[in-house]
C-alpha cells in the first residue's frame, strides 16, 4: 500500500542517505520496513522500490494536497437579528459587563507581554473577567 505524499516531519532514507524536508514530495509504504525497521520512505523511486515499496494506483476521489476546508464553497451568511425593546437591567448589565471587559484588558496589558491576537491572553482576560463578575455577584 504504497503511496507518493508530502512529508509532514523533515529526515533521511537510511539506505541512500539522500534527505528530505518538510513540505516535499516522496514514496512512502507503511507494509515495508526498511533496515532501521521504519516504514519505507524515499524521495528516489529507485530507491524506495529497492527497498521493497510498492507504489498503489491512485483511485479517484483519493487523498490530493490542499483538498481540504480552505477548496470549499464560500457561501455568505446573513444574520437577521429581530428588534427586541431590551429592558434596563439587561442594558446595565451589558454596560457592566463592557466595563469588567475593558478592565480585564488593561490588567492582561499591564502584566503580561502577550499580542493582543494570542489565544493565551485570551484565555486570561476571560479568568479575569470571571472573578470580576463573581467578586461583583453578578
Known sequence: MGTKLI??????????KKAF????????????KNS???SVICIDEDCFKE??????????????PN???SNRPKINVTLKVPEVK??????????????????ADELVEELYSLPADDQTRGQIRSKF??????????
Do not use: M
Open 129 to 138: 473577567i470571571d472573578q470580576l463578575i463573581a467578586i461583583s455577584g453578578h
Open 67 to 69: 483538498s481540504g476546508f
Open 21 to 32: 524536508a518538510t513540505g516535499q514530495e516522496a514514496y512512502w509504504d507503511s507494509s515495508v
Open 86 to 103: 431590551v429592558g434596563t437591567v439587561v442594558r446595565d448589565s451589558s454596560i457592566k459587563l463592557k466595563e469588567y471587559v475593558r478592565q
Open 36 to 38: 532501521a525497521g521504519f
Open 7 to 16: 512529508v509532514k516531519k523533515a529526515g533521511t532514507c537510511p539506505e541512500c
Open 51 to 64: 527497498q521493497g515499496g510498492k507504489l498503489t494506483p491512485r483511485t479517484e476521489g483519493g487523498y490530493r
